[in-house]
Nanobody, 123 residues
Framework: QVQLVESGGGLVQAGGSLRLSCAAS????????MGWFRQAPGKEREFVAL????????RYADSVKGRFTISRDSAKNTVYLQMNSLKPEDTAVYYC????????????????WGQGTQVTVSS
């Protein structure tokens, strides 16, 4: 059974940092893309960042470029999202996802999802 389990969310002041983790299990993800998405209340789920499990290539949404860094640890089967210089508009539930089709920028391209972790940035 495939599982993606996120952790590391919480409440932080604007300008602060958080590191999210996504522990993956249940199958081999070597040919998968691992993505982070977020969804704020009343808004659609949006792409944040992705990393290819095999080569480590990354891509970021313009809104987080230069502030967030995605990485993966193959030995631990874990993907990370380091979030620095957080802003109130980063407040959302953050989801980890795994997929192997398309560009990796749209939620429908992902097959597996975690349960989400809340990130709240106070001003």
């Amino acid at each position: 059974q495939v599982q993606l389990v996120e952790s590391g969310g919480g409440l932080v002041q604007a300008g602060g940092s958080l590191r999210l983790s996504c522990a993956a299990s249940g199958r081999t993800f070597s040919n998968y893309v691992m993505g982070w998405f977020r969804q704020a209340p009343g808004k659609e789920r949006e792409f944040v960042a992705l990393v290819t499990w095999s080569g480590g290539s990354t891509r970021y949404a313009d809104s987080v470029k230069g502030r967030f860094t995605i990485s993966r640890d193959s030995a631990k089967n874990t993907v990370y999202l380091q979030m620095n210089s957080l802003k109130p508009e980063d407040t959302a539930v953050y989801y980890c996802a795994a997929g192997n089709r398309g560009t990796g920028l749209a939620p429908y391209e992902y097959e597996y999802w975690g349960q989400g972790t809340q990130v709240t940035v106070s001003s």
